[in-house]
């Protein structure tokens, strides 16, 4: 057991997931046009609506059976799947993670599917910062008890730019939580519906400035 282990959300926490995906948008119209991308982005709608999380493969592969005679849908996939993510990283997100090695032990708790977001955080180099430790799941704010036992620790610090998931980890964990607000990307104004913060930053960057001794307790 370690005394502390980081938390650390992905999708505009480390990496500006908003202009990926905007940039994956504007070449999927150059690929296809407006009415197959809008087709494509509705297809990403529906399967996020049915299995609760952006799903990349399964969207591109109903993509695929709707338009079959389409000569750029193998394209559409490379851009999708091609995306060169470590270009997207927030300034000093590495750096970020190396000076929480020297205070503890940072985890990757991400919520996505089990293929692209693996993907995406091995791509953007977060895996190997981390040394492996990443956990994703469809829903990770119900996996609070599997997250302290494949990581257990004295005390944990979330890291997250949703403010709802950190006060969900708040009712989970208590006083052996202090919960971070990245106020970054479309989730910055969100408010909490629970417990606020124990502190918000407006980049992830700031974290580095945090005195050790904040990160420890609330």
């Not at 993510?85 to 032990?105: C, K, Q, S, T």
């Not at 890291?159 to 970054?184: F, M, P």
Request: aromatic share 8%.
């Amino acid at each position: 057991m370690v005394a502390t282990a980081f938390l650390i959300d992905v999708d505009n926490t480390l990496l500006d997931n908003d202009q990926a995906k905007a940039d994956v948008a504007q070449a999927i119209r150059t690929l296809v046009g407006l009415d197959r991308a809008a087709r494509f982005w509705s297809l990403y709608e529906r399967v996020r609506d049915e299995h609760g999380v952006v799903d990349y493969p399964e969207t591109l592969r109903r993509f695929r059976r709707t338009f079959p005679e389409v000569s750029r849908v193998t394209d559409v996939d490379r851009a999708v799947l091609d995306v060169p993510f470590e270009r997207y990283l927030y300034p000093r997100a590495l750096d970020v993670i190396a000076h929480l090695w020297r205070l503890g032990e940072p985890v990757i708790l991400s919520d996505g599917d089990r293929v692209y977001q693996p993907m995406k955080i091995d791509r953007a180099g977060i895996l190997l910062a981390v040394r492996g430790n990443v956990l994703v799941y469809e829903h990770k704010e119900d996996q609070l008890a599997e997250v302290q036992r494949r990581f257990p620790a004295d005390h944990y610090v979330h890291i997250d730019d949703k403010a709802a998931l950190l006060a969900h980890t708040r009712a989970g964990l208590g006083d052996r939580v202090t919960t971070i607000h990245v106020r970054q990307g479309h989730y910055a104004a969100e408010r909490p519906g629970g417990a606020p913060p124990d502190m918000a930053v407006e980049r992830i960057a700031d974290v580095m400035t945090i005195p050790a001794e904040r990160l420890s307790r609330r």
